[in-house]
T-cell receptor
Framework: GEDVEQSLFLSVREGDSSVINCTYT??????LYWYKQEPGAGLQLLTY?????DMKQDQRLTVLLNKKDKHLSLRIADTQTGDSAIYFC???????????FGAGTRLTVKP | ETGVTQTPRHLVMGMTNKKSLKCEQH?????MYWYKQSAKKPLELMFV???????ENNSVPSRFSPECPNSSHLFLHLHTLQPEDSALYLC????????????FGPGTRLLVL
């Protein structure tokens, strides 16, 4: 089946930029999403991007999409300790009601 | 996102018990989902309901029984569970036919003894 893959761990220092990467295999993916999950909580939608876009910026968050390589990244500028969480990449195509999720990247921010 | 609520937030049950998880969404969505999240495993989609009709059952054991009486409420009835069923159970909802993503509840942390 189609897959969404992410590295499992990322550790950065407070104030640095974090880049979380994701690759997917479904070439018909239309929408791509980033979710954040804090301890003991559900998944919170952070941002999304359509496949006809290359980049989307929202305050400290920048999403880059390389559709040719099926690569999605989330950059968090000036990373804070409150950004420590698990970040999930997800994708969906227009004809599919379901979303496919990656396994999540655990971001640890050290003071 | 406070539009999707789940109760209880924590549940401990024995293998012979029967319990139910409840999910309610206040977002006017028409599709609802149950996911299982286990440690060190990807999110597992369990059930999907569109307009109260079950459209997907991802080979979930019959000891899990979903119920969707209306588009705003979703239940997961549990009976004779196994310890490996211990996990975080997440409910999500979405408005189909739009670009909208799924919105998740806070989850129910289930421990089966």
């Amino acid at each position: 089946g189609e897959d969404v893959e992410q590295s499992l761990f990322l550790s950065v220092r407070e104030g640095d930029s974090s880049v979380i990467n994701c690759t997917y295999t479904d070439s018909s993916s239309t929408y791509l999403y980033w979710y954040k999950q804090e301890p003991g909580a559900g998944l919170q939608l952070l941002t999304y991007i359509f496949s006809n876009m290359d980049m989307k910026q929202d305050q400290r968050l920048t999403v880059l999409l390389n559709k040719k390589d099926k690569h999605l990244s989330l950059r968090i500028a000036d990373t804070q300790t409150g950004d420590s969480a698990i970040y999930f990449c997800a994708e969906r195509n227009f004809n599919n009601n379901d979303m496919r999720f990656g396994a999540g990247t655990r971001l640890t921010v050290k003071p | 996102e406070t539009g999707v609520t789940q109760t209880p937030r924590h549940l401990v049950m024995g293998m012979t018990n029967k319990k139910s998880l409840k999910c309610e969404q206040h977002l006017g969505h028409n599709a609802m989902y149950w996911y299982k999240q286990s440690a060190k495993k990807p999110l597992e989609l369990m059930f999907v309901y569109n307009f109260k009709e079950q459209t997907e059952n991802n080979s979930v054991p019959s000891r899990f029984s979903p119920e969707c009486p209306n588009s705003s409420h979703l239940f997961l009835h549990l009976h004779t569970l196994q310890p490996e069923d211990s996990a975080l159970y997440l409910c999500a909802s979405r408005r189909t036919g739009t670009l909208m993503a799924q919105y998740f509840g806070p989850g129910t942390r289930l421990l089966v003894l």
